[in-house]
C-alpha cells in the first residue's frame, strides 16, 4: 500500500515542480515563464547580489499625497553566479525601459546591454563555465519601491524584484544580498541583513561602512548592511524614512521597530504588546517546528497604509501601522487581529522563509502554514470559536461563487502569480489544514511537519515534496484526499435522514455530495449535536464515504432539534432541520451557536432557510441574547450583509427603522463597552432616519459616545465619512472639522486624498473616479480602495452605477499595474455593494462581450458579484421558509 501511495504521489501534476529535465528557452518573451525558470534553475547556483541604492534628496514632495517622484532612485549591481551551462544566451530579468540601464560589464568586458522583452539578454560568447560577475548600473522602479514624501519600502512579491534591479526574479534560485543605501538627511532603514552601522542617515557625513572610517557626502549619508542569509529575490527588502525606532532585548537578540505613529497613547499602549506577541511568537515556533530562529537578525517596520496586513520579509518584516498601533478602544476583533498578523509573519520565517515554494504555484503552502500556526500561536480558550469564526464564512464567501478556484493551480508565468492570491488559499486551505491534522493524529502531523522542515531547510520544495513527508507518519491515502480538497473547486452539501422507533432514533445517517451535483466526498470530522430541553448531546465521527451511519441498540431519545458542524470542524454546506434559530440561543457552548449562525445564513443564501428579511429579523433576535463579542460582531455582519444586498428598498426601509429602534436600545441595554461600541458603529453603519443621522451627528460632534464607549480618532473620521455619504447638513464642515482633529500627518494626508470622493457634487466625484483610469493615480492601493468604498457605497447605487462599466474596463490594466491583492479587492469595492438587476445584466454582458477574458480575472469578477447574482436569485425565489420541519414528521 505505501509503495503505491508514494508512486501516485509522485504522479500528482506538478504544477510548477522544478525538478524536471531542463528544456531550453532561447526565446524572449514577457515576464518569467515556468519554461524559463526551469532552464535557469539547472544552470545557475551560487548566486549573490551586491547592490547600492541612491535615495535623492528631492523624495519629499511639495506636500503629502503630492510627491514628486520625478529624481529617480539609481542603483549600481554587482551580480555573482556560477554558470554550469554557457551553450545559451542566459536572460536576466528586468521590466524597465531601456534608459533605464547604464554602464554594463560581463566578466570585465564592456557590452551593450540588450534589453528586450522584460530581460537583459547576456550572450552566450559572454558567459563563462564557472564563477561569473556582472557589473552594472540603473535606474529603479518607482513601482515596488513605494515612494512616499518621506519614507519608501520595497515590496517585490511575486515577480517585482525584477522592476526594482536586475536579476533572476524566481523563488528557487535564492542568494546572499548585501546592500548599501545612500540617504536623505535624517532618515532611518531597515534591511534583511544587519546594519553594518547605526540604523540613521547622520547628517553631514557617512556612517562607517564595514570597519571603515566615515566618508564626506554632503547632507546624505551611507548606510551599509552585512550580507543577508539566502533568500529568493521577492524576500530581499529594505525600508528607509523618518522613522522612529525602538530596540529591545530578546532572547533572538535585538529586536527593532521602525515607526511614524505620532499617538503618543497608541505608541504607549502598543510597544509592549507588539514586543511580547513577537517574542511568543517566535518561542513557540521554535518549540514546535524543533529548530532555532534560522536568520541572522530580526526586526520590524509598520508602515503608515501598507497594501497588505503584513509581509514576512527576513528580518525585516512589514506591518501595516494601524494594525499594529491601537488604542484603549480596540475591539476584540482589532486586537485579536494584531496577534494574528504577527504570529502570522512570524511563522512564515520557518513556512515560506526557510523552506520556500520551487514555484508560484505552490504560494499557497506558505499562506496555509502561516495561518493555521497563527491560529496556533495565538491559541486561547476562544481558539475553536477565533478558527470558525474567522476562516469558515470568509472562505465560504468565495468557494459558493461561480468564479472560486482549487487551492492550488497551475501557473505558466510568474506575472500572473498575483492572481492565485485570495481567501481560498487564506481560509480554506487552514480548514483543509485542519482536517488533515485531526485525520492523522497532531503528533504524527507535527513530526511529518519538523521533517519537511529539517529536509527541505534553506532551500525549495513543492506540496508534493510535503505530501511524501506527511505520507511516512500516516496510513491514510494522502493522494485520494488531496485531490478533493486540493486540486478541485466547491463544497460538500450535507443531508441527513433518521430512523426511529417511537420517541427514539435507532440509526443516523449523514450524506454528502459536491455542491456542483457532483459525488465527490471531502473527508473530514464532524460533530453532530442533539438538542433536547436541557442540554445538548454532541457525536463527533469521522466521514470517508458519500453516506456514513451511526447506529444505536437502544436508541437515543429524539431530540427536539438537531445541529450540525456545531464544533466548526467540518466544511460545506449542513442542514437546518428544526426551528433552530431560537433554540440555539439559549446553547452555553459559543462556538454552538457561531456555528449555528453560519449554517442558517448559509441556507438563507442558497434558498434553502429563512428568507433574507426573516433571517434578519431571527439574527437580531440572537444578537440581542448574544453576549459574546466575537459572535455579536458574526451577527451583526450578518445583517449588515443582509439589509444592504439582499432586502428590496422597501423592506430596508421597515426593517432599517426596527434595526435602527433595536441597537439604539441595546447600546443601553446589559452589555459591555466593547460590545456597546460594535452595536453603535453598526448603528451608524445602518441610520437612515433623520433621527439616527442626528444621534450619530451628536456622539460625532461632541465626541461623547453614550454608555462608557471609547472611540477611536479612526471611527470619528468613519462617522464624519457615513454622514457625508448620507448627504447629512453641513457635510462640508464636518469633513473639514474632521480632518483639523486628525494629528498624524501622514492619516491627515490620507484624509485629504479621500475628500473629493465624499463630495456631494457628482462632478467632483465623476472627476475622481475616471481619474483612476491613469495607473499613477492607484499608486496608493489602500487609499484608493477607500475611496472606492465610498463612491460605490449602497447609499450612492442610483447615482454612481455608471462607473460600472469603466471600473470593470480598467481591470486588466488593474492587474498588470497593481500589487497582488488590488485586482480582487478593486473588483469587491466595485461590485459587492450592488443588488440591481441592471448592475447585474451589465456585469453578464461585460463578461459575454468578453469571451477571451483572462480566466482569472473573470473568476475575481464572479466572486465579487456573488451578492450581486444572488440577490437576484432570491428575489425571484418562492418565499417559503421551513421552520419546524424535522425529518422524522
Not at 425 to 437: D, G, N, S, T
Not at 754 to 759: D, G, K, R, V, Y
Request: overall charge neutral.
Amino acid at each position: 500500500m505505501r509503495t503505491t501511495i508514494l508512486f501516485l504521489l509522485w504522479a500528482v501534476p506538478a504544477l510548477g515542480d522544478l525538478h524536471r529535465p531542463p528544456v531550453a528557452a532561447d526565446t524572449v518573451a514577457p515576464g518569467v515563464s515556468l519554461r524559463l525558470a526551469q532552464e535557469r534553475a539547472h544552470r545557475l547556483k551560487d548566486i549573490r547580489y551586491t547592490l547600492a541604492f541612491h535615495i535623492p534628496e528631492e523624495q519629499a514632495g511639495p506636500a503629502p499625497g503630492n510627491e514628486d517622484l520625478s529624481s529617480p532612485v539609481t542603483g549600481e549591481e554587482d551580480l555573482d553566479f556560477v554558470c554550469l551551462d554557457t551553450r545559451r544566451p542566459l536572460q536576466l530579468d528586468f521590466k524597465a525601459a531601456r534608459d533605464q540601464v547604464g554602464a554594463m560589464t560581463v566578466n570585465g568586458h564592456r557590452v551593450t546591454p540588450d534589453l528586450r522583452m522584460e530581460h537583459l539578454v547576456i550572450a552566450a560568447r559572454d558567459l563563462i563555465k564557472g564563477h561569473n560577475h556582472l557589473h552594472l548600473t540603473f535606474t529603479a522602479g518607482n513601482r515596488p519601491l513605494n515612494r512616499n514624501r518621506e519614507f519608501l519600502y520595497t515590496l517585490l512579491v511575486p515577480d517585482r524584484a525584477r522592476e526594482l534591479f536586475p536579476c533572476f526574479d524566481q523563488p528557487d534560485l535564492k542568494a546572499v544580498f548585501k546592500l548599501r543605501l545612500t540617504l536623505p538627511e535624517g532618515w532611518r532603514a531597515i534591511a534583511n541583513g544587519r546594519a553594518a552601522a547605526a540604523g540613521r542617515a547622520a547628517a553631514g557625513g557617512r556612517a562607517a561602512v564595514d570597519g571603515n572610517a566615515p566618508e564626506k557626502a554632503g547632507a546624505a549619508a551611507a548606510m551599509a548592511f552585512a550580507p543577508s542569509d539566502k533568500l529568493p529575490t521577492y524576500l530581499f527588502s529594505f525600508a528607509a524614512g523618518r522613522f522612529k525606532d525602538s530596540v529591545r532585548t530578546s532572547s533572538h537578540g535585538p529586536v527593532e521597530a521602525l515607526y511614524r505613529e505620532t499617538d503618543t497613547a497608541k505608541v504607549r499602549l502598543s510597544l509592549d504588546t507588539l514586543f511580547r506577541q513577537q517574542e511568543d511568537a517566535l518561542k513557540y515556533l521554535e518549540t514546535y517546528t524543533g529548530l532555532p530562529y534560522p536568520f541572522q537578525k530580526f526586526g520590524f517596520v509598520a508602515i503608515p497604509d501598507f497594501q497588505f496586513g503584513g509581509m514576512e520579509h527576513p528580518g525585516a518584516i512589514q506591518y501595516k501601522a494601524s494594525a499594529l498601533f491601537l488604542d484603549d478602544a480596540a475591539t476584540l476583533d482589532q486586537r485579536n487581529a494584531r496577534a494574528n498578523v504577527l504570529s502570522h509573519e512570524t511563522a512564515h520565517i520557518w513556512f515560506g522563509d526557510l523552506v520556500t515554494m520551487r514555484w508560484f504555484n505552490d504560494v499557497w503552502m506558505k499562506e496555509v502554514f502561516a495561518n493555521f500556526m497563527a491560529d496556533k500561536i495565538t491559541r486561547t480558550d476562544d481558539y475553536d470559536l477565533r478558527f470558525l469564526t474567522e476562516h469558515l464564512p470568509a472562505a465560504y464567501a468565495v468557494d459558493r461563487t461561480e468564479g472560486t478556484n482549487p487551492i492550488r493551480q497551475p501557473l505558466d508565468n510568474l506575472q500572473d502569480a498575483g492572481s492565485l492570491y485570495g481567501n481560498i488559499i487564506y481560509h480554506k486551505a487552514p480548514v483543509m489544514m485542519r482536517q488533515l491534522e485531526l485525520q492523522m493524529g497532531e503528533e504524527p502531523f507535527r513530526d511529518g511537519v519538523r521533517d519537511y522542515l529539517k529536509t527541505f531547510a534553506y532551500g525549495n520544495a513543492t506540496w508534493p515534496d510535503l505530501l511524501r513527508c506527511l505520507q511516512r507518519y500516516t496510513t491514510m491515502d494522502l493522494t485520494a484526499w488531496n485531490q478533493v480538497w486540493v486540486n478541485e473547486t466547491g463544497r460538500p452539501v450535507f443531508s441527513c435522514t433518521y430512523d426511529t422507533s417511537g420517541d427514539v432514533i435507532k440509526k443516523l445517517t449523514l450524506s454528502q455530495k459536491g455542491e456542483d451535483g457532483s459525488s465527490r466526498v471531502w473527508p473530514q470530522v464532524i460533530d453532530v449535536a442533539l438538542g433536547y430541553n436541557d442540554h445538548i448531546d454532541t457525536l463527533r465521527f469521522t466521514m470517508k464515504t458519500a453516506h456514513t451511519e451511526l447506529s444505536w441498540k437502544d436508541g437515543l431519545p429524539k431530540p427536539r432539534y438537531i445541529l450540525f458542524n456545531t464544533l466548526g470542524l467540518g466544511y460545506g454546506v449542513f442542514p437546518m432541520y428544526g426551528n433552530t434559530i431560537p433554540f440555539v440561543a439559549g446553547a452555553q457552548n459559543r462556538v454552538i451557536r457561531a456555528s449555528t449562525y453560519i449554517n442558517a445564513y448559509e441556507n438563507m443564501l442558497d434558498g434553502q432557510g429563512l428568507t433574507p428579511f426573516r433571517f434578519v429579523s431571527a439574527a437580531l433576535t440572537n444578537l440581542l441574547l448574544e453576549h459574546e463579542e466575537l459572535n455579536m460582531g458574526l451577527l451583526l455582519g450578518q445583517i449588515s450583509s443582509c439589509y444592504w444586498h439582499f432586502l428590496s428598498p422597501l423592506a430596508q426601509r421597515a426593517t432599517g427603522k426596527v434595526l435602527e429602534i433595536a441597537l439604539w436600545q441595546a447600546i443601553n441595554g446589559p452589555f459591555t463597552p466593547a460590545e456597546r461600541k460594535l452595536l453603535f458603529l453598526n448603528y451608524a453603519g445602518i441610520a437612515r432616519s433623520k433621527a439616527a443621522e442626528d444621534s450619530v451627528f451628536k456622539v460625532w460632534n461632541t465626541q461623547h459616545p453614550p454608555q462608557d464607549i471609547k472611540l477611536s480618532e479612526d471611527d470619528y473620521t468613519n462617522l464624519a465619512a457615513g454622514l457625508a455619504l448620507r448627504g447629512y447638513p453641513g457635510s462640508d464642515t464636518i469633513l473639514a472639522a474632521q480632518g483639523r482633529r486628525i494629528k498624524s500627518p501622514d492619516r491627515q494626508a490620507r484624509w485629504a486624498y479621500l475628500q473629493p470622493a465624499l463630495s456631494p457634487d457628482q462632478a467632483v466625484r465623476d472627476k475622481y473616479f475616471y481619474a483612476l483610469k491613469d495607473a499613477q493615480n492607484r499608486t496608493k492601493e489602500a487609499w484608493v480602495l477607500s475611496a472606492l468604498g465610498y463612491l460605490f457605497h449602497p447609499l450612492r447605487a442610483d447615482q454612481d452605477e455608471k462607473y460600472l462599466a469603466s471600473a470593470l474596463d480598467w481591470m486588466e490594466d488593474i492587474q498588470r499595474t497593481g500589487d497582488v491583492f488590488f485586482p480582487q479587492s478593486w473588483a469587491a469595492a466595485v461590485l459587492s455593494n450592488y443588488s440591481s438587476k441592471s448592475a447585474a445584466k451589465l456585469v453578464r454582458d461585460f463578461l459575454k462581450e468578453h469571451p477571451d477574458y483572462n480566466p482569472r480575472l473573470k473568476g475575481k469578477i464572479l466572486q465579487a458579484a456573488d451578492n450581486l447574482f444572488r440577490a437576484q436569485r432570491l428575489e425571484s425565489a418562492p418565499k417559503l421558509e421551513k421552520l419546524g420541519a424535522v425529518p422524522w414528521h
